[in-house]
């Protein structure tokens, strides 16, 4: 049996820090969802029609959520340890972006205001330059 398992055993070990080669990682994904979140909150305020006004409502509830999707898969599988021990205020950032997305109080995918869209956008180009300062230095 051992000389199976030796036979068996791997030869080479490789580690990588993600689960895709990287590059796959960018908030842009995040920011085009919440651009449009911002733009579907403005045809909402400049249009009247009840019909027209619960499909915009469905849709950008669609595109908060993916921005929250994104948002999350960068926090929890691009960021690592060393960035957050660079950067600790990437953990309050995330928390409050996924939050500006979401469908609580002051939330994104609640509100029909494009200010809080904007303010979503504002979150997102923060964490951005994080991203890009980390992948430089990577």
């Given at each position: ?87 600790p205020e ?25 200010a809080t ?12 330059k994080i ?8």
């Amino acid at each position: 049996m051992r000389m199976f398992a030796r036979i068996l055993r791997p030869r080479l070990e490789a580690t990588a820090h993600c689960d895709l080669p990287c590059g796959v990682y960018d908030p842009a994904q995040a920011r085009i969802e919440a651009e449009s979140v911002k733009a579907i909150q403005e045809k909402y305020q400049a249009n009247e029609d009840p019909e027209f006004r619960t499909r915009a409502l469905e849709i950008k509830e669609q595109r908060a959520d993916l921005v929250k999707h994104h948002l999350w898969v960068l926090w929890t599988d691009y960021f690592k340890p060393p960035h957050f021990e660079k950067y600790p205020e990437l953990h309050e950032l995330f928390n409050k972006a996924t939050k500006k997305a979401g469908g609580g109080p002051g939330g994104a995918k609640a509100s029909t205001d494009p200010a809080t869209g904007q303010e979503l956008l504002d979150l997102i180009a923060q964490i951005d330059k994080i991203f890009w300062e980390t992948k430089a230095a990577a």
